[in-house]
């Protein structure tokens, strides 16, 4: 049987600011990312059927592009920089 990891929601919001900008930091080094690309963190419920009870949204922005959506299934403060790698192996990012 899987583990099941207990989300607080009344945990300090600051402890998920302080994660979410080192997720940021990940995300700039590992897909190479100019200053002018906006990089935006959540970690969102999702309440569909055989989908995590909650994951970590990364949205990538860059001028002229689409905005690159990527999912992690796990909650903001599990994330690694491992995860982070996995995430670029996975896709092409558009330049």
């Known amino acids: 049987m899987a583990l099941v990891r207990f989300i ?3 945990a300090p919001r600051n402890l998920q600011g302080v994660q979410a900008r080192q997720i940021k930091t990940w995300v700039r080094a590992v897909f190479d990312l100019e200053e002018d690309a906006a990089v ?3 970690q969102l419920a999702c309440p569909d059927a055989g989908c995590p009870d909650v994951e970590t949204v990364i949205a990538i922005v860059r001028p002229r592009c689409r905005p690159q959506k990527l999912c992690i299934p796990a909650p903001l403060a599990a994330v690694t920089e491992a995860d982070i790698r ?3 192996s996975k896709c092409n990012p558009a330049s």
């Open 40 to 42: 935006s963190v959540a």
């Open 86 to 88: 996995a995430l670029q």
């Open 8 to 10: 607080n929601p009344f």
